[in-house]
């Protein structure tokens, strides 16, 4: 029996759009997966590959890597799917000179592990939804500092809340257009900086990391796919 969609990883994002979209979930720990009533399946683990049905479209939320398990792994489960679809980080990017937007056509850092894996199955046909930071429920910028682990106040920080994650995702899935071998960035592009979160919450930042790297990222590209899509903003 063939399933219409499967999500690789039921973290904070993947559990959100498995109920959602009303799809199976993975863990990688057998215990928590009977738990949870998701499937085992472990990347590392070849005999858990056993446990995951046909789907026509798979949505890998965590990361891939290393490349010749990736590789093993989708010549093996996926390359007959109609539809995969890839989680990245903005770490994929290398960082550019000054403080200009980055899009989808920046250098890609190919010595990560993770980002090869995921460039690898874009030339598959996988599309790739690079993800800026995740917030939401539970995952809350000021909580991050109130506990002291931002030290970068200068520092530019993209975001994107967990539910258009789940709705674009969506809405890629539903889309009749091909979208096979697209990497998409997915931020809310408002790219602010911490000192001006820290400020709005009322919060004091103790600078202490001097190098660092800040990025702006551009969701031009993800906005106009989708007509216009309106990405929710952290200050409401």
């Given at each position: 029996m063939t399933i219409k969609n499967l999500v690789l990883g039921g973290g904070y994002v993947g559990?959100?759009?498995a109920d959602r979209i009303d799809a199976p979930t993975t863990h990688r720990s057998e215990e928590k997966s009977s738990a949870q009533h998701s499937l085992y399946f472990d990347?590392?683990?070849?005999?858990?590959?056993?446990?995951?049905?046909?789907?026509?479209?798979?949505?890998?939320?965590?990361?891939?890597a290393p490349?010749?398990?990736?590789?093993?792994?989708?010549?093996?489960?996926?390359?007959?799917?109609?539809?995969?679809?890839?989680?990245?980080?903005?770490?994929?990017?290398l960082a550019p000179q000054g403080d200009q937007w980055i899009d989808e056509s920046q250098p890609l850092d190919l010595a990560r592990e993770r980002v090869a894996g995921e460039e690898w199955l874009r030339?598959?046909?996988?599309?790739?939804?690079?993800?800026a930071g995740i917030y939401g429920p539970n995952r809350q910028p000021l909580d991050w500092l109130k506990k002291g682990l931002i030290k970068t106040p200068d520092k530019r920080v993209n975001l994107v809340h967990v539910d258009d994650i789940v709705a674009i995702t969506e809405r890629l899935l539903n889309d009749q257009r091909d979208a096979r071998g697209e990497r998409f960035n997915l931020a809310d592009s408002e790219a602010l900086h911490w000192r001006d979160i820290a400020r709005h919450y009322g919060v004091?930042?103790?600078?202490?990391a001097k190098n660092y790297v800040s990025k702006r990222i551009s969701n031009d590209k993800i906005r106009l796919w989708l007509g216009g899509y309106s990405f929710r903003p952290l200050f409401d």
């Open positions: 559990q959100r759009l990347l590392a683990n070849r005999s858990s590959w056993n446990n995951l049905p046909r789907s026509e479209n798979v949505i890998w939320t965590f990361p891939a490349l010749e398990q990736v590789q093993d792994f989708y010549r093996t489960k996926l390359a007959d799917v109609e539809r995969l679809f890839v989680y990245a980080s903005t770490s994929c990017y030339q598959q046909g996988a599309a790739i939804l690079v993800l004091d930042i103790q600078a202490e």
